[in-house]
């Protein structure tokens, strides 16, 4: 069974950062892609940043030029530096590991910027 760990999430003051970690264990197979999204009270989840095996990456716009994803295929790990914070990135953030087009959730890091 695939489990997906998050961690790294706290409270940063705007303009501060963080960086998110997450790996995926329980499997021999690699991901074929693994990403970040965000959630916030009575609103749907939404990506935040994906990065496939080959190293393609996406970013929601509202991110693009303050964080960065990351990976170590060879340990099903991806990481989020997150820099530049507002506190509109205030969000529970979810690691998500894909195998083929079978998705694993982790629990979720909180995340929240406030001075």
């Known amino acids: 069974q695939v489990q997906v760990v998050e961690s790294g999430g706290g409270l940063v003051q705007p303009g501060g950062s963080l960086r998110l970690s997450c790996a995926a264990s329980g499997t021999n197979f690699r991901a074929t892609g693994m990403g970040w999204y965000r959630q916030t009270p009575g609103k749907q989840r939404e990506l935040v940043a994906i990065i496939t095996s080959a190293g393609t990456t996406n970013y929601a716009d509202s991110v693009k030029g303050r964080f960065t994803i990351s990976t170590d295929n060879a340990k099903n790990t991806v990481y989020l530096q997150m820099n530049s914070l507002k506190p509109g990135d205030t969000a529970i953030y979810y690691c998500?590991?894909?195998?083929?087009?079978?998705?694993?959730w982790g629990q979720g890091t909180q995340v929240t910027v406030s001075s």
């Open positions: 998500n590991a894909a195998f083929g087009r079978v998705p694993y």
